[in-house]
């Protein structure tokens, strides 16, 4: 903002009426950056004294406005910086008078809408690669929550860069990750690095997710977020030595990018090894990784074999021709699990006292034979002649 837009916005100002039981108007002019310093003799108004405080004269300048002069206006011209508010000796005054901002930090801000403080200055300043252009400005301030406090202005520019209407951390984590496990191609994070967000995001992800490392990694930052989520539906120790985080990041309809990064996790950490020795029971209620539901279907597959089932004697000689089943009903409805199979026994005398066996029997050997028993009491012909046993 140009001296003669500073004049004429505070003769504005200074002309415009009253507040009730206010005597006269005076303005705070706080520059902090001293960047109207050099051009404070320029500033002369029609209705207005121009003082200035130069961190000596505090005193002379309270007296002044407290004691010595109550009715004329003033305009304080203050590019102090005070560390503790009990250095202000003109704290008091200030709470009663007016602010005024020429600075290009109090005009974004103003037209953010974010409240003016030390801190908040401070990151915008930080900012201002990103917020030096207007639609950048407007990512941050149409978002659902205006920024009041410095994290949330990191969050809101990550989410601004991100595209995103809300600054949450998960829904950040899950659009650099949606970019790519590589640092320099991932232009999302590299945008993080253009705008002096990168620092912001690696302290947000070692508050949010406890992961710490000297160098940052995205392909490590994935192990830790996939392995923690695994943690909450897997005994942990199925996962010893790997780290954890509780993540909703993979429930997204960005699936594609989101099951690569799952896979360079599965083959980082060799999960597809460690995994296909657990039991199904233990695996059925995880769900982040695609290895897993791998490995069940390779175990029911496995167990989904050819049967043999015929009957045999106390002896084991068998006594019936032999039908074959194909174990593949995976229903917890017994009734959808029945199998019907007519068998035709051997000509040979049969006691209903002796007991018999049903063998079930695995066809390439990998398991033992099921025998149960069994009694036969109905006749069979034996002969033409001898019909009974």
């Not at 253009?194 to 302290?203: E, G, I, Q, S």
């Amino acid at each position: 903002m140009d001296t003669d837009k500073v004049i004429q916005d505070l003769n504005r100002r200074f002309a415009a009426p009253l507040p009730e039981f206010y005597q006269r108007r005076i303005i705070f002019w706080y520059d902090e950056d001293k960047e109207f310093e050099d051009k404070l003799d320029e500033v002369v108004l029609e209705n207005a004294k121009v003082i200035a405080l130069t961190g000596n004269n505090a005193f002379s300048v309270k007296k002044l406005l407290s004691v010595d002069d109550l009715t004329t206006n003033y305009l304080v011209y203050s590019p102090c910086v005070y560390n503790r508010l009990d250095d202000n000796w003109l704290l008091d005054v200030e709470l009663y008078s007016e602010e005024f901002r020429a600075d290009l930090i109090s005009i974004w801000m103003d037209e953010m809408g974010l409240v003016s403080n030390p801190a908040m200055r401070k990151q915008v300043k930080n900012y201002r690669a990103y917020f030096n252009a207007k639609e950048r400005r407007l990512k941050v301030s149409t978002q659902n929550k205006v920024p009041a406090t410095p994290a949330q202005l990191h969050m809101a520019v990550m989410a601004a860069i991100c595209g995103l209407k809300e600054a949450q951390p998960n829904m950040i984590l899950r659009s650099v990750f949606r970019a790519g496990l590589d640092l320099n191609s991932n232009v999302i994070y590299q945008d993080f690095v253009k705008y002096h967000a990168d620092d912001a995001f690696w302290a947000m992800v070692r508050q949010g997710c406890g992961f710490v490392e000297e160098e940052p990694d995205l392909g490590r930052l994935a192990i830790h977020l996939l392995l923690t989520a695994a943690t909450r539906t897997m005994r942990q120790e199925y996962l010893a030595g790997l780290d954890g985080f509780i993540s909703e990041w993979l429930h997204s309809d960005n699936i594609p990018q989101l099951y690569d990064v799952a896979r360079y996790v599965e083959d980082e950490a060799r999960l597809y090894q460690r995994f296909e020795k657990l039991t199904v029971e233990d695996l059925v209620g995880t769900e982040c990784f695609p290895c897993i539901n791998e490995v069940i279907l390779t175990k029911l597959m496995t167990e989904i074999s050819d049967h043999q089932v015929y009957f045999t004697d106390e002896d084991g000689k068998q006594i019936s021709d032999i039908q074959k089943i194909i174990a593949d009903k995976t229903s917890d409805n017994g009734a959808e699990r029945t199998f019907r199979c007519q068998f035709n026994l051997k000509s040979l005398k049969y006691s209903n006292t002796a007991t018999y066996y049903l063998v079930i029997a695995d066809e390439q050997g990998l398991q033992m034979p099921q025998r149960e028993p069994f009694q036969i009491d109905i006749a069979f012909a034996v002969d033409e002649f001898d019909f009974f046993s």
